[in-house]
């Protein structure tokens, strides 16, 4: 049987469905004459909540029921959210405040939610909230990345939740003391909001002994686990389902302080009690991403061969850890912090802080675009500072291929690679040779042109193990996964891998998710595993399939079973000339009666992860009158190992561009010294659209993984770790001309015009 896909570019078959208005997200699937939730959050940054006047809003039109955190506490809802923390770099246990699920006796973002309000109509809830009348006492608003001020949590009176370290601290001294060179660059990374095109959403009903919860999630078990625990149900008590997601980028993984809130409304009222975001309500409350500050530091030795790195990262937690926030700058980017390059020393320090800010949790990356961006700025910088080519320098310092497997200093382990080839493969496709015409073709234009470059590897996260269930029935076949499409076309990668390798038509085929019934457990979406992990259990799968079949054939046919053999489409039966395939000798089982031979279930786990990585090249063209920036034109070269579909991998490379590309030009969340949110809507949140961006030219330079069986490598979130320093180390490399030494992200006309100014004035003064 094959062990891989048939790369095939196949068209996504959800795609007919989703774009003629026949998907089925959470806020179609509502049942009629279900309750509107609308929730009353809080206006300030950080005060004393005092008192809240429920009263009015309790008797207004329509209304059902007021829920507060008092309300939850006497129903014995008391747990808070969960989080996952890590140590200091001493080894004690970092700070992780309970999070209440709403507000209790202070408010510490604006945003934060402090009542439910569920009435007959929306209108309704939304007037109804209105009637709230919250007392607040004024605190000092703490906003810096920096130990002091005014404490949010008694537990961390400096605001400061954890120092974190990680490598060999003495090495890297050592690697510095005898360096040749040394390269210092301190870089900010932009916070921003996921804004999928789906906010948040979620319907409880609850009928007198079970929950039943639907909403809109990269994955369905970590809720039904945690609304168990929080509301005191039993875990069979509580069915959670997702149908269509309209993106989720990270920020739909996590619990969220709403759901516990409309579910137990749902479970007092004995009703359907739904609540849908609106866009203003997620820009203030969704985790959002990103938001860090780190200084980057390389040794080189006399041949500009990287001898020590050392990164040290001040970061925002946000008001509280949220479920994953703690790992982002931590564990996570320490998983690629040194990038495609054999470095022999390296350290991470990581301090993370509170603020009265919303938030920061997984977005697109979780971490690893964090970390390349640093090093891939560095090495741009490295590059000017000893005068050598930056392609030669990433050169001369890539991890030889005959290294691997290759253990890096903070642990991982790569198993292939050959960064050398898709560099060379890079240039090529780029066009290198051609940019100094193109330069000059931009300057006869009165233009400032720049060419950025970025060589990226990301780890594969989240669980290695994940589970299936393939049932036969008389239509055909259906496959019941663990992991929850949010936009990526699962319904057609699964079908198609499973296709490839039973033999079963394709459009015979139903791929069933999210479902927490139906799928026993699973590991969701997210870090780029869903394809090889599913992949791999399918293989068990039908592994499990054949084996079984083969038996029952052999039995039918009154042969040894092993000389039953399959050609990854048909059996093979000895002195027969019948060649069944899977779908006819399910149907021969069920006219048996053998019902046993139409359901298998497997669950496995891959021994290894996998590191996708590859090389992005961008041009840039800069109007210095304005400071507008523009791409012209962006080079992909990936090693995604094998491919099933290459047509949706380019479309997850695009995707994730796309959002690198607009946080480096474009979005920034902004708040002022008060903690209010100036950045909450569209008018005021910039976001990329098709004319901000170029024709995107994508290609493979594919080196299997040994990770795994099919050879594949994650390809979601790739695009996201190159686009970053590929696009800022284009913009720094046009202004470098004209004297701009530190260029931050975002790149927006405004700051591009300030950089420009700031440094002709300074040129004027001497």
């Excluded at 200084?295 to 040290?312: E, M, P, S």
């Excluded at 000798?585 to 031979?597: D, F, H, Q, S």
């Excluded at 840039?620 to 047509?647: A, C, K, M, S, W």
């Excluded at 001309?737 to 591009?752: L, S």
């Amino acid at each position: 049987m094959e062990k891989f896909g048939k790369s095939q570019p196949v068209t996504r078959r959800e795609d007919l469905r989703l774009l003629t208005g026949a998907g089925r997200y959470t806020d179609d699937t509502v049942p009629e004459g279900a309750l509107y939730g609308v929730f009353l959050r809080a206006p300030v940054a950080h005060g004393r909540l005092t008192a809240l006047d429920i009263e009015e809003a309790q008797q207004a039109p329509g209304v059902r029921l007021v829920l507060t955190a008092e309300d939850l506490r006497a129903a014995g809802v008391t747990e808070g959210l969960f989080t996952v923390m890590v140590k200091n770099r001493d080894g004690s246990p970092g700070i992780a405040p309970r999070r209440p699920i709403l507000a209790e006796g202070r408010v510490r973002f604006v945003g934060e939610p402090m009542a439910l309000v569920v009435a007959e109509t929306l209108d309704a809830a939304k007037d109804a909230a209105e009637l709230i009348m919250p007392e607040i006492e004024d605190l000092p608003v703490h906003l810096e990345m920096a130990p002091g001020g005014e404490p949010l949590h008694a537990e961390a009176p400096d605001n400061r939740a954890f120092t974190f370290g990680l490598g060999d601290e003495e090495a890297v001294s050592a690697a510095f003391q005898r360096a040749e060179h040394v390269v210092d660059l301190e870089v900010e990374d932009n916070k921003i909001i996921a804004n999928a095109l789906e906010g948040r959403a979620c319907t409880a009903s609850w009928d007198g002994a079970r929950l039943s919860f639907d909403m809109s999630s990269q994955g369905v078990w970590t809720h039904k686990s945690q609304l168990a625990k929080v509301l005191g149900l039993a875990e069979d008590a509580v069915h959670v389902t997702t149908g269509d997601v309209g993106g989720g980028f990270g920020m739909k993984t996590m619990v969220y302080p709403e759901y516990f809130v409309v579910a137990q409304a749902a479970r007092m009222l004995g009703a359907t009690v739904r609540w849908a975001a609106e866009r203003g309500e997620g820009m203030l409350s969704d985790n959002m991403g990103r938001d860090l500050v780190s200084r980057g530091q390389l040794a080189f030795d006399a041949d500009h061969r990287i001898i020590g790195y050392r990164v040290d990262t001040r970061f925002n937690l946000g008001a509280y850890a949220s479920q994953f926030g703690p790992l982002m700058q931590t564990q996570l980017f320490s998983r690629v912090m040194t990038g495609v390059y054999d470095v022999p020393a390296a350290y991470l320090q990581s301090e993370a802080f509170f603020t009265n800010t919303c938030q920061v949790d997984a977005y697109r990356g979780a971490g690893r675009p964090e970390a390349i961006y640093v090093l891939e700025r560095m090495m741009d910088r490295a590059a000017r500072e000893l005068g050598v080519s930056p392609w030669e320098l990433r050169r001369r310092n890539f991890i030889p291929v005959e290294a691997f497997p290759y253990k890096t200093v903070p642990g991982e382990t790569y198993d292939v690679g050959d960064f050398a080839r898709v560099l060379a493969h890079a240039e090529t496709a780029a066009d290198l040779p051609g940019y100094d015409a193109r330069r000059a073709a931009s300057e006869a234009k009165g233009r400032l042109r720049g060419q950025g470059l970025a060589c990226y590897i990301e780890a594969i996260l989240g669980a290695p193990d994940e589970g299936v269930r393939v049932e036969f029935e008389e239509a055909g076949a259906v496959i019941y996964v663990g992991t929850q499409s949010n936009g990526q076309g699962h319904e057609t990668v699964y079908a198609q891998f499973l296709s490839d390798q039973s033999g079963i038509p394709v459009e015979k085929i139903r791929v069933v998710q999210g479902d927490s019934d139906l799928i026993a457990r699973g590991g969701g979406t997210g870090g780029s595993r869903s394809v090889t992990v599913q992949a791999n259990v399918t293989l068990k799968a039908v592994s499990d399939i054949v084996n079984a079949f083969s038996g029952f054939l052999a039995r039918e046919f009154d042969v040894p079973e092993d000389q039953v053999s399959f050609d990854d489409e048909r059996f093979r039966i000895p002195g027969s000339n019948e060649t069944p395939g899977l779908l006819e000798v399910a149907e021969m089982a069920r006219a048996k009666g053998e019902t046993a031979l139409l359901s298998f279930s497997a669950h496995e786990a891959l021994e290894a992860r996998s590191f996708p990585n590859g090389c992005h090249v961008v041009e840039v063209e800069i109007d210095p009158d304005t400071g507008e920036v523009e791409i012209d034109r962006y080079q992909v070269v990936d090693d995604f190992g094998n491919l099933i579909n290459p047509l949706l991998v380019e479309g997850q490379v695009h995707g994730g561009i796309a959002q690198g590309a607009g946080q480096a030009l474009m979005e920034r969340v902004v708040y002022d010294e008060t903690g209010q949110l100036l950045t909450a809507s569209f008018m005021d949140y910039a976001m990329p659209r098709a004319t901000d961006l170029p024709f995107f030219r994508f290609e493979t330079e594919p080196v299997p993984s040994t990770a795994n069986p099919m050879g594949m490598k994650g390809c979601g979130e790739a695009g996201t770790v190159g686009a970053l320093a590929a696009v800022s180390n284009a913009v720094q490399d046009a202004l470098w001309e004209r004297g701009v030494r530190q260029a931050d992200m975002p790149f927006t006309p405004h700051r591009v015009w300030q950089m420009l100014r700031t440094e002709a004035a300074a040129q004027a003064a001497e």
